[in-house]
């Protein structure tokens, strides 16, 4: 199936409303199971689905940021040598499905942000696999909302597709599975499912304060008529006069009443009901849901600035506690379900985590000169990874001490002996070793001591 299919199929889901049926589609169980995964009704009567949680600001800046940010971080494929080494391997063809053309029509950027949303909206991410021989040669994106895992007769996980009016079952080997959070089970748990309540709450949130500024802020309430008794036609007459004055346009418009007509307000304000702190704690337990940091889509917690020290030890908390996980689980997925067995064991996929460090001048020149220092790394592999000019010279490794060659370590050849003389010189005003000799010289023979030529 190409995108094409993928995005008509989910326009047409979106645009038939949230029960997410789609026209024409057969009655039959696995699609009306995938029709209504994520179309429940939470406790404060919002309809959730992964459509309406986009539209809270914080949920859909979660999902931006994380599957931008993964996106962005490129997948390399490396080889494991005998001595423990690796070498990578750009010439190997899952670097081009993984890291350059996942399928004709995306980029490997736009795929694998989509999978992590997928991954974040459903709890599952799914695509196609194309095949050639034991080779796979594209991923085709799959709708999660139109996928069914179950298992057949003899135990083995099959996939049941809603495609264009039909159910499609495939096999597990056509298919690329991420899962999300899971207790073991075939598919990953929804943050959108389990987390109905905190969404809807957040979403009658906003419906609340979008309520009350349309209303021009003013309260509805009840009319007190004293002793005068309303007819039907006056009772409507009334409400077709309020109804006038409401809105934003008519706030501070003056409303005439009748003689011993009093307004008797019912809705408690904003205030009240401590709107603008409900939201703001929506903001932090949305966060919680999706694994981000509240500061990372803008919003600052009570007592907390938005930049400085603190937040950097913050960043690195996420990218160690909530983003590495997401990039092991993608990693060992890719090496499980693309690689053929046989290869496994030599060629491995790495996301290359370093790319969060490419803005940060300070933080790789920190690095690189550790490296540099300590015989980790050559001045050679430190210009290939900032994409500069190779200079053979630079490829051998350095520690600190003098930043001689490993294997020279120890040894001072005569053009050092001879900078190190000049050195001692420039210091001390002659050759230390001539320097050394003179003062024992002058030593031998005081207090009774025996002369030097003795």
Not at 130 to 142: F, Q
Not at 183 to 189: A, N, P, R, T
Not at 299 to 305: C, D, E, L, P, S
Not at 356 to 366: E, F, G, K, P, Q
């Amino acid at each position: 199936m190409g995108i094409g299919t993928w995005v008509g199929s989910t326009v047409r889901w979106i645009a038939t409303g949230e029960s997410g049926k789609l026209s024409g589609a057969p009655e039959d169980e696995p699609t009306r199971r995938a029709l209504a995964y994520g179309a429940g009704i939470d406790s404060a009567g919002q309809t959730v689905n992964e459509k309406t949680t986009l539209g809270l600001p914080a949920a859909w800046a979660c999902v931006r940021l994380k599957s931008g940010v993964v996106g962005s971080m490129g997948m390399g494929v490396f080889e494991k040598a005998a001595d423990g080494s690796r070498k990578a391997r750009s010439d190997h063809w899952l670097y081009d499905l993984v890291h350059e053309e996942p399928n004709r029509d995306q980029t490997a950027a736009e795929f694998w942000s989509g999978q992590v949303a997928a991954m974040d909206l459903w709890g599952n991410a799914y695509a196609e696999k194309e095949t050639l021989g034991s080779r796979v040669t594209a991923l085709t994106p799959l709708p999660p909302h139109l996928v069914q895992v179950t298992r057949n007769r003899a135990g083995e996980r099959v996939y049941l597709y809603a495609d264009r009016g039909k159910t499609e079952t495939l096999p597990s080997e056509k298919i690329f599975h991420l899962r999300g959070l899971t207790l073991g089970g075939d598919v990953g748990l929804s943050a959108i499912e389990y987390g109905r309540r905190t969404l809807g709450g957040a979403m009658a949130a906003n419906k609340t304060a979008a309520d009350t500024f349309r209303s021009g802020l003013q309260l509805a309430g009840f009319m007190e008529t004293a002793g005068t008794k309303l007819s039907p036609e006056q009772r409507a007459d009334l409400i077709a006069i309020f109804d006038a004055f409401t809105g934003d346009a008519m706030r501070g418009r003056i409303v005439p009443l009748e003689k011993d007509f009093k307004f008797a307000p019912l809705k408690m304000n904003p205030a009240e009901v401590q709107l603008l702190e409900s939201r703001a704690w929506d903001i932090e337990e949305i966060c919680r849901w999706f694994d981000m940091l509240p500061m990372l889509i803008g919003h600052a917690a009570k007592g907390q600035t938005m930049w400085g020290s603190g937040i950097e030890q913050l960043l690195l908390g996420w990218q160690t506690l909530k983003l590495n996980p997401l990039l092991t689980n993608i990693q060992q997925a890719v090496k499980k379900q693309l690689l053929p067995m046989a290869e496994r064991k030599r060629i491995y996929p790495e996301i290359n985590r370093e790319a969060l460090m490419a803005a940060d001048s300070a933080a790789r020149a920190a690095l690189y000169s550790a490296f540099g220092q300590n015989g980790v790394m050559s001045r050679e592999e430190m210009r290939a990874k900032e994409n500069m000019p190779e200079k053979p010279t630079a490829g051998f490794l350095t520690v600190q001490s003098n930043l001689v060659a490993l294997d020279q370590l120890g040894a001072v050849n005569a053009p050092e002996q001879g900078a190190r003389a000049a050195l001692m010189n420039l210091l001390f005003g002659g050759d230390a070793e001539a320097m050394i000799d003179a003062r024992v010289k002058a030593l031998m023979g005081q207090d009774a001591g025996p002369r030097l030529e003795e």
